[in-house]
């Protein structure tokens, strides 16, 4: 699987261990061994434009999910794009009191979710989601060796 990750912004971002993430989330979740994402993570302006331009909606997010299958330049392995916002993610994992990597990881598996068919519109959907995303964030965490 190929990953690209592009960091827009100015915090400090582990890129390697976000594309590692995402190549495990995937895997998990089935998508073939020739898919390719691609993950930016920029600021909230910029994060705000895509959510104004795409969803209609001008206020910040933290992450946003593009497909790509189906679309008129669209190939069989590319699965899409995920966009996060950093800033966001700085401000919700202090208000979660966990540090902003862990924060970063929550968000790309959510958006990948939803590039793999995932949906969160009821409770009982984003409760079930939520619990997925749990499941692979323990899933991809690193072994130690004894």
Known sequence: MKV??????RRRVNRATLA???RVVMAAEGCD???ELSVMIGDERWIQDLNRKYRKRDAPTDVLAFPQQ???SASEHLLGDVAISAET???QAKALGHRLEEELRVLLIHGLLHLTGWRDNT???RQ??????QELLVLAR????P
């Open 70 to 72: 189906g679309g008129p």
């Open 128 to 133: 079930r989601m939520m619990q997925r995303v």
């Open 89 to 91: 993610a700085a401000r």
């Open 4 to 9: 690209v990750v592009v960091n827009r912004q």
């Open 123 to 125: 409770p009982q959907r």
């Open 33 to 35: 061994p020739h898919t």
């Open 20 to 22: 590692r993430l995402a």
């Open 142 to 145: 690193p072994r130690r060796t």
